[in-house]
């Protein structure tokens, strides 16, 4: 049995983008455990006004790819147009073309399972971040 590194804490600011209520809690309440702020956004649009205003203090874009309304792919090329360098981590329950392989090609520096779990989430997390 392989042990596995224990995700490190954070003390980064994460915009959180996800229509689901109860996942975008869990996983707020998870970040904040492990030292991260975190901004809930409940939709692209409401993500991107808040990107705009708070570009400066968000180090990390955590991106539902299926909503309802812009949906995580328009939300993406958009934030991108804002900010080319901006590092955004799609989360799916669905594998896109081998999950990395499509999300590098659409300009997300990474890709979170759905559900969330929590080696892999954080583990992600302090990857994207650290990248230069």
């Known amino acids: ?5 224990t995700p490190r804490e ?39 006004e808040i990107y ?3 570009q400066s203090r968000i180090n990390l874009v955590i991106l539902d790819l ?3 309304g812009m949906g995580g792919v ?7 147009k804002i900010n080319s360098e901006a590092k955004v981590i799609i989360a799916s329950g669905y594998f896109i073309d081998g999950s990395t392989g499509a999300t590098s ?7 979170i399972k759905k559900p969330y779990i929590l080696e892999g989430m954080l583990n992600e997390i302090r990857r994207v971040i650290e990248e230069r």
């Open 10 to 48: 954070g003390t980064e600011t994460i915009l959180l983008v996800d229509d689901e209520e109860i996942l975008r809690e869990l996983a707020r309440q998870i970040l904040e455990k492990f030292g991260y702020k975190v901004i809930p956004a409940s939709d692209g649009e409401t993500g991107l």
């Open 66 to 68: 299926i909503m309802p």
């Open 1 to 5: 049995m392989e042990i596995s590194e």
């Open 52 to 54: 705009r205003s708070e």
């Open 74 to 80: 328009k939300c993406l090329d958009e934030l991108l």
């Open 105 to 111: 090609k659409a300009g997300a520096k990474g890709f």
